[in-house]
């Protein structure tokens, strides 16, 4: 009986780490092309943007969706376009820090805040 809960957990355990690796380059090939569209502001980069997107769409949760949706309706608007960001920032600083694989990593110490 041990070592088939043992045998679960394990699984489980890399099921957790592959769905955190899949968010962490989801997120960061998305982070890649918004910067690649800011600083160059061609439509190819621009374009760019919406496979991440939709990638994100896949592994991240509703809060990030919602966050990254505000950064793409702020396009023209540089008041809304800082609070979306801070958003994103928030959503995808909140998934990471709440997600099983980290929660292993952290130190039961550790406190960070999101603003």
């Not at 899949?22 to 621009?46: P, R």
């Not at 919406?50 to 769409?57: K, L, S």
Request: with cysteine.
């Amino acid at each position: 009986m041990t070592a088939l809960i043992q045998s679960w957990l394990a699984e489980r355990s890399k099921q957790d780490e592959r769905r955190f690796r899949e968010k962490q380059a989801a997120y960061i090939d998305l982070l890649e092309a918004y910067h690649c569209a800011a600083v160059e502001g061609t439509d190819e980069a621009s374009k760019n943007f919406a496979p991440w997107q939709m990638r994100c769409e896949l592994v991240a949760p509703e809060a990030a969706h919602r966050a990254i949706e505000r950064i793409v309706e702020t396009n023209e608007d540089w008041e809304g376009r800082t609070k979306a960001h801070d958003e994103l920032k928030s959503a995808f600083g909140a998934d990471f820090w709440h997600c099983e694989v980290m929660q292993a990593r952290r130190p039961a110490s550790a406190t960070f805040t999101f603003a």
